[in-house]
């Protein structure tokens, strides 16, 4: 990228980006501009009849020693996808690390955006997970996050390029599902700290936690595998520590995971494809538990199983009002609610009409 057509990267971004993609592609356009300065990073151009229609943006960290590269805001011109633009872009990007000395290379990118996480899959990516990075780097793995942006990317996945040969083993779905049980209730546990409430109820949280996640992914598991597709659950480890720093100011916010399908290289349609039904079936079950247990503290006399399930409304409740929020983003924010207004409005609308008459039945009574 020449320094006058900086503009014309914006104005792509723009008008092919959603508001929160814009936001974060920014962020990592404006730093691949500082590290230009510095000779270790840029961005890359696509042009098109005389007009920018592609970008992708690299920088290049030292880490532990080692030279890494990232590969960052990927973004073709909405009106021209589908034409190998985004390939050329990260096959030069790819070409422009290892020339200058980077034997690793990182992205991130989300499951669900096919066209971009195939094209990775296909260029010797793969998955780099938390056990993984913690080996490689300890502690240091929060340098990657910085530099790639991970921290808000919940939703995203981290991708490694290396010159292994062979592929690291991914974590299995169990420990995936604990690691999720477990972030979700320090969440809670942290809460309960904050407001000073029972020891006993925080012993608790784990089993109602446990109850909460595992009604509304296995619903999916269950409903995915009547459809003949196998899917696997993934805990997103920044959405987890986002959480975390979100509970010490008293804040919900469960971006624990996700059900997807377990085939690697696999095209997701949101408007034709038969998973629509399996992100409607997840905050259904969460629905129906959140009302179960709304109601289970007029049906007992104990007050730790009324606070308890107290507890378990209100997670149920906002596990529900987040995976209904119809934000897709590829720097981020990847909630099941686009995939369930793309696939059918009428089943959206019913759900939230549902959810808001759950809270406004709490709020009278």
Same mark, same amino acid.
């Given at each position: 990228?020449?320094?006058?057509?900086?503009?014309?990267?914006?104005?792509?971004?723009?008008? &092919?980006?959603?508001?929160?993609?814009?936001?974060? $592609?920014?962020?990592?356009?404006?730093?691949?501009?500082?590290?230009?300065?510095?000779?270790?990073?840029? +961005?890359?151009?696509?042009?098109?009849?005389?007009?920018?229609?592609?970008?992708?943006?690299?920088?290049?960290?030292?880490?532990?020693?080692?030279?890494?590269?990232?590969?960052?805001?990927?973004?073709? !011109?909405?009106?021209?996808?589908?034409?190998?633009? *985004?390939?050329?872009?990260? !096959?030069?990007?790819? &070409?422009?690390?290892?020339?200058?000395?980077? %034997?690793?290379?990182?992205? #991130?990118?989300? /499951?669900?955006?096919?066209?971009?996480?195939?094209?990775?899959?296909?260029?010797? $990516?793969?998955?780099?997970?938390?056990?993984?990075?913690? /080996?490689?780097?300890?502690?240091?793995?929060? /340098?990657?996050?910085?530099?790639?942006?991970?921290?808000?990317?919940?939703? #995203?996945? $981290? =991708?490694?390029?290396?010159?292994?040969?062979?592929?690291?083993?991914? +974590?299995? %779905?169990?420990?995936?599902?604990?690691?999720?049980?477990?972030?979700?209730?320090?969440?809670?546990?942290?809460?309960?700290?904050?407001?000073?409430?029972?020891?006993?109820?925080?012993?608790?949280?784990? @089993?109602?936690?446990?109850?909460?996640?595992?009604?509304? %992914?296995?619903?999916?598991?269950?409903?995915? /595998?009547?459809?003949?597709?196998?899917?696997?659950?993934?805990?997103?480890?920044?959405?987890?520590?986002?959480?975390?720093?979100?509970?010490?100011?008293?804040?919900?916010?469960?971006?624990?995971?996700?059900?997807?399908?377990?085939?690697?290289?696999?095209?997701?349609?949101?408007?034709?494809?038969? #998973?629509?039904?399996?992100?409607?079936?997840?905050?259904?079950?969460?629905?129906?538990?959140?009302?179960?247990?709304?109601?289970?503290? +007029?049906?007992? +006399?104990?007050?730790? =199983?009324?606070?308890?399930?107290?507890?378990?409304?209100?997670?149920?409740?906002?596990?529900?009002?987040?995976? =209904?929020?119809?934000?897709?983003?590829?720097? *981020?924010?990847?909630?099941?609610?686009?995939?369930?207004?793309?696939?059918?409005?009428?089943?959206?609308? @019913?759900?939230?009409?549902?959810?808001?008459?759950?809270?406004?039945?709490?709020?009278?009574?």
């Amino acid at each position: 990228m020449q320094p006058n057509e900086k503009g014309s990267v914006e104005k792509l971004f723009a008008r &092919s980006l959603g508001i929160i993609n814009r936001i974060v $592609f920014q962020l990592s356009f404006e730093d691949a501009q500082k590290s230009a300065r510095k000779q270790s990073g840029g +961005t890359l151009t696509a042009e098109y009849d005389g007009k920018i229609v592609g970008a992708v943006s690299m920088r290049i960290q030292i880490v532990k020693e080692k030279r890494t590269g990232y590969i960052d805001a990927l973004v073709t !011109d909405k009106e021209l996808r589908g034409r190998a633009i *985004g390939k050329s872009l990260v !096959d030069g990007a790819i &070409s422009w690390l290892e020339e200058h000395g980077c %034997e690793v290379i990182y992205a #991130t990118a989300d /499951r669900y955006n096919s066209p971009s996480w195939n094209m990775f899959i296909h260029r010797g $990516f793969h998955l780099y997970e938390i056990p993984q990075q913690l /080996r490689d780097y300890g502690l240091n793995f929060l /340098r990657l996050w910085l530099g790639e942006f991970h921290f808000i990317g919940f939703g #995203t996945f $981290f =991708l490694r390029r290396g010159k292994e040969q062979r592929k690291p083993h991914e +974590t299995g %779905e169990a420990w995936h599902l604990l690691g999720a049980l477990l972030g979700v209730s320090i969440v809670g546990w942290i809460q309960i700290l904050r407001s000073q409430g029972s020891s006993t109820l925080a012993l608790t949280m784990f @089993a109602v936690v446990a109850i909460s996640l595992l009604a509304h %992914e296995l619903s999916q598991k269950l409903v995915a /595998r009547k459809l003949g597709l196998e899917t696997t659950f993934k805990a997103w480890g920044s959405g987890i520590l986002f959480g975390w720093l979100l509970a010490l100011v008293g804040v919900f916010f469960p971006a624990y995971g996700s059900t997807y399908v377990k085939q690697l290289d696999w095209w997701y349609e949101p408007k034709r494809d038969k #998973t629509g039904i399996i992100f409607a079936v997840g905050p259904f079950a969460s629905l129906a538990l959140a009302f179960a247990f709304w109601t289970l503290p +007029t049906l007992t +006399t104990s007050s730790l =199983l009324a606070a308890s399930a107290k507890v378990g409304y209100m997670i149920n409740l906002l596990i529900v009002i987040f995976n =209904l929020i119809p934000i897709q983003a590829a720097g *981020g924010f990847v909630w099941d609610g686009k995939k369930i207004l793309a696939w059918n409005k009428t089943i959206w609308v @019913a759900l939230v009409i549902a959810t808001s008459a759950l809270i406004i039945l709490d709020a009278l009574f």
